[in-house]
């Protein structure tokens, strides 16, 4: 059953490593918060059994373990914390308040297989993470950073730290700090005694008392991500703290990957045991789960929530959240796109037998996917007939100043529709602290200003005719069987490329949907004082804003929300690898050019503008009439950066990306996976940027 932390014998097969190191630093003379552990064969009962003995130390828990600030509930998973690998942060933790609510704090935290810990919770004046050694180099260095309150802020990276030590000295001189490095030196000693190797310590105090609340060996820093990594879902804009805690789609705790924050940005690992639904679905598969979500989402968009209560509105945050989750974890059991591999090597096979000598297989294909009418095409046309339409006006603030006060006028109300059949959009489904594409109508306008005045537009009929007349001239070297085997996998193929493109959108519609509701709240706490500024609610953790509705706990003070912001501006100034063991620097390569996977046909001559963040929209008013965009990825958020632009180089990306499929319909050369471009190139440069054969090239001006 239950074990108290100061048990002897504790077993980490049993109660799991932070358990067991807590238990050590116990016996060694450290003074640890007093607490129990509930290890696996705690669990080893039916789901009414288990209830019955969380109740039971529910009852007991006031007289077990006294506490003035509550409870802490703590994981203490198998591979957290031990001398390979610390995991910190990829299990849950929570604080609770009350004995009433510990059987489903356990359980959250149990997730089905991880021992518990159960410990007085110290409410901390100051909290504090150190390193004995520089867990980058290995030098013997001591670092410290300390924040005041709690210390999730700081073990999260949610917080720039209050005071930092290192190199011997603190980076403000106080007489807090400056005692500070005396009282710890000497347990950080004999914690790297005890676990014969350097450490990582988290610590605080309350009315000058020190309480240490974890050790762990130090393993790993953020560098040591290897190959295997990568950035998820192309997210280029930083997760903010309200959004990494509270998950809204499921991605964090996704059973096929495991998940790290580097900076704010997620990176995920591909489980190797990780399996999905192995059936090949049929284009009829996503129409099914389409017909499921889209209607559900699309009432919550249109749902008036604008009279709700702070408490009805927090209540119905974790029903959408919920109801995104179900989504995401459909949309991401993807056996279709098994079909959509092999389907693609049956028609390179069929292509490359009747195509003529030497042709290139792979820009047949690429031919073949064009004008596939997805929704970012559709959109993107829509916005292209409004630029057109606007292009009719001889004064664009006419048609500005209607949309913004809502009077009648034609534009605008072509304007109004675009933005009421789109308006759901968010660059990002993870980037909810963004503006939906309706939140943006002074930025939308702006973009259609800037384009009025150098937009060209493509004759997408033509394009969309070139796909069948390639297909056609295969077809009159085919038998009659293989003419029919050819249309019915190109028919397929091309259906699952629209769902490539299109099922991204129902990602945004449900985030938006949360994103809706989270305004509302943030209204409710701006109107009773509990937050001072827009765009905070984004700044607090869950069980924050459930302490403040419920009045069990203040809103945290301005200083700790200043420090949180101020930690995520810092991070959206970062450039994210995509993978975090890429190099850091490239050379120009020795042929004089750059060479990449052509994935949409042409070859044009620009300017190289460089958008480092795709999911910023505000930059798309900037970039020239016909740039060559050079861009870490491609998305399907550059659709507002290519309505005019000339090619699209990127250093990562595939034939069946986002914004690949995109380029293809617009008729815009494109070339993916040109390594270091970002670098090698610079704003301004003249390229020649070839799509036939993947090579970028710099014209050197003669004159």
């Known amino acids: 059953m239950e074990l108290l932390l100061s048990t002897p014998g504790l077993d980490a097969a ?8 807590l238990s050590r630093l116990i016996f060694n003379d450290f003074r640890v918060p007093a607490g129990m552990v509930l290890p696996l064969n705690f669990f080893a009962c039916t789901e009414a059994e288990l209830n019955s003995r969380l109740v039971d130390i529910a009852q007991q828990l006031a ?16 591979d957290e914390d031990s001398s390979s690998q610390s995991m910190a942060g990829q299990y849950k933790s929570t604080v609770i308040s009350h004995p009433s609510v510990l059987p489903s704090a356990v359980t959250l935290v149990h997730e089905n297989s991880i021992p518990v810990i159960i410990q007085i919770f110290v409410e901390p004046d100051y909290s504090g993470v150190l390193f004995s050694c520089n867990p980058v180099t290995g030098e013997t260095d001591l670092n410290i950073e300390i924040v005041e309150g709690r210390g999730e802020q700081l073990v999260g990276g949610y917080a720039n730290p209050l005071y930092s030590y290192r190199n011997g000295i603190w980076d403000k001189s106080i007489d807090f700090v400056n005692q500070l490095q005396p009282l710890l030196q000497p347990w950080v000693s004999k914690a790297e005694t005890l676990f014969n190797q350097p450490v990582d310590m988290e610590f605080c105090l309350k009315n000058g008392t020190l309480y240490w609340l974890q050790v762990r060996p130090i393993t790993t820093g953020v560098q040591s991500l290897d190959e295997d990594w990568f950035l998820l879902d192309q997210c280029t804009e930083p997760v903010a703290p309200l959004v990494m805690k509270l998950d809204p789609g ?11 924050f580097v900076q704010h940005y997620p990176y995920i690992r591909i489980k190797n045991n990780s399996t999905v639904n192995q059936q090949v679905d049929s284009p009829v598969e996503w129409q099914i789960l389409k017909s499921k979500y889209e209607p559900e989402f699309d009432k919550l968009l249109s749902e008036d929530i604008s009279n709700y209560s702070v408490l009805k509105l927090w209540e119905i945050t974790a029903e959408r959240v919920e109801i995104n989750r179900a989504y995401v974890l459909e949309y991401l059991d993807r056996g279709w796109l098994k079909a959509r591999r092999v389907i693609g090597e049956k028609l390179r096979g069929i ?32 916005l ?13 603030n006419e048609l500005k100043d209607a949309v913004i006060a809502g009077t009648s006028h034609p534009w605008a109300e072509e304007f109004n ?14 980037a909810l602290h963004l503006k939906t594409l309706a939140e943006s109508t002074e930025d939308i306008l702006l973009r259609i200003h800037t384009e009025l005045g150098k937009y060209t537009y493509r004759e997408t009929s033509v394009i969309s005719e070139s796909w069948r007349e390639t297909a056609a001239a295969l077809e009159q070297r085919m038998s009659c069987e293989d003419r029919a085997e050819f249309r019915d996998l190109l028919h397929v193929f091309r259906a699952m490329l629209i769902r490539t493109e299109d099922d991204d959108y129902l990602l945004q519609k449900g985030a938006s949907a949360i994103r809706k509701v989270l305004l509302e709240v943030e209204k409710r706490l701006l109107a ?13 953790y869950p069980d924050e804003i459930s302490g403040i509705i419920s009045g069990s706990a203040p809103s945290p003070n301005e200083d700790t929300l200043v420090q949180r912001k101020e930690a995520f501006a810092a991070a959206q100034q970062v450039n994210p690898q995509q993978k975090p063991a890429a190099r850091h620097s490239v050379e120009a390569p020795a042929e004089g050019h750059l060479q990449g996977v052509a994935v949409s046909r042409g070859a044009v001559r620009g300017k190289v503008y460089k958008l480092m963040n795709p999911l910023d929209r505000e930059s798309y008013s900037l970039i020239p009439a016909d740039a060559v965009i050079v861009a870490p990825v491609l998305t399907p958020n550059l659709t507002y950066a290519i309505i005019s632009c000339a090619a699209i180089v990127t250093e990562v990306g595939g034939f069946l990306s986002h914004g690949a499929i995109f380029a293809r319909e617009m008729g815009i050369p494109a070339i993916v996976q040109v390594a270091g471009v970002t670098e090698l190139l610079e704003n301004g440069d003249d390229v020649l940027v070839d799509a036939e054969q993947g090579i970028i090239q710099r014209v050197i001006s003669t004159i």
Do not use: C
């Open 14 to 21: 049993d109660v799991g490593n932070k358990a067991f190191n």
């Open 63 to 78: 007289q077990l373990l006294p506490s003035a600030d509550g409870w802490a509930v703590r994981s203490s998973a198998a």
């Open 250 to 260: 499921g991605f964090f705790q996704m059973p096929y990957w495991d998940t790290r």
């Open 351 to 382: 292509i490359s037998r009747f195509a003529r000598d030497h042709a290139d297989v792979h820009l047949i294909l690429s031919s073949l996917t064009e004008a596939l009418n997805t929704l970012t095409y559709q959109k993107t046309s829509e």
């Open 384 to 396: 292209n007939r409004l630029i057109r339409s606007a292009r009719m006006y001889s004064d664009f």
């Open 417 to 430: 529709a675009f933005i009421h059949k789109y308006g759901y959009e968010l660059p990002h489904p993870l």
């Open 528 to 540: 009773s004082g509990e937050i001072k500024d827009t765009a905070s609610i984004f700044f607090l």
